[in-house]
T-cell receptor
């Protein structure tokens, strides 16, 4: 079974600065998908970024980018130019590529990010 | 707006009661997933339906059941409720066809409080 670990329960960053959230995972699969979801106080789960394991290039979405290290099974999220609206709980999630019952997401325990004005 | 609709947003009920949570997936999505988010257990996968059929089960209690209807909306039924069932229940949907694998999009959740 796959596991996802987020070792930082809480992080804080000054507005406009850069912060990196860590995530490690354990799997025996060679191909898979990794995601970062954001959960603001509204409780909505919002997809931030997605990475396919077969792609060597790190995914980027505007101010959000990942550092995907497949051999180390590490998937960190970098937020540049942090904004007050980035304050939220961030969840790392793993998904198998196999269809037919393996599509569920396995989540880490989350990192609460605070933005300091 | 993710396109996934969950009702109701909030539910308060007494122990021993039964409730039904409803989810309408995004247009075109065949898979519906139910997740439970509680303070002590985090986000846990409960069950998945695909095109009307149960596809995968996770940590779902026997007191809980779900179904997906021909129009692809889904309902999660929780019975003999206990205080510990108080949580945020999310529905998510994705395409999950052989041609396309997409990320899951989440509804806004139903906050269940059992008193």
């Amino acid at each position: 079974a796959q596991t996802v670990t987020q070792s930082q329960p809480e992080m804080s960053v000054q507005e406009a600065e850069t912060v990196t959230l860590s995530c490690t995972y354990d799997t025996s699969e060679s191909d898979y998908y990794l995601f970062w979801y954001k959960q603001p106080p509204s409780r909505q789960m919002i997809l931030v970024i997605r990475q396919e394991a077969y792609k060597q290039q790190n995914a980027t979405e505007n101010r959000f980018s990942v550092n995907f290290q497949k051999a180390a099974k590490s998937f960190s999220l970098k937020i540049s130019d942090s904004q007050l609206g980035d304050a939220a709980m961030y969840f790392c999630a793993y998904r198998s590529p196999l269809l037919g019952g393996n599509e569920k997401l396995t989540f880490g325990t989350g990192t609460r990010l605070t933005i300091i004005p | 707006d993710s396109g996934v609709t969950q009702t109701p947003k909030h539910l308060i009920t007494a122990t021993g009661q039964r409730v039904t949570l409803r989810c309408s997936p995004r247009s075109g999505d065949l898979s519906v997933y139910w997740y439970q988010q509680s303070l002590d257990q985090g986000l846990q996968f409960l069950i998945q339906y695909y095109n009307g059929e149960e596809r995968a089960k996770g940590n779902i209690l026997e007191r809980f059941s779900a179904q997906q209807f021909p129009d692809l909306h889904s309902e999660l039924n929780l019975s003999s409720l206990e205080l510990g069932d108080s949580a945020l229940y999310f529905c998510a949907s994705s395409v999950d066809s052989r041609q396309v694998t997409t990320e899951a999009f989440f509804g806004q959740g139903t906050r269940l409080t059992v008193v």
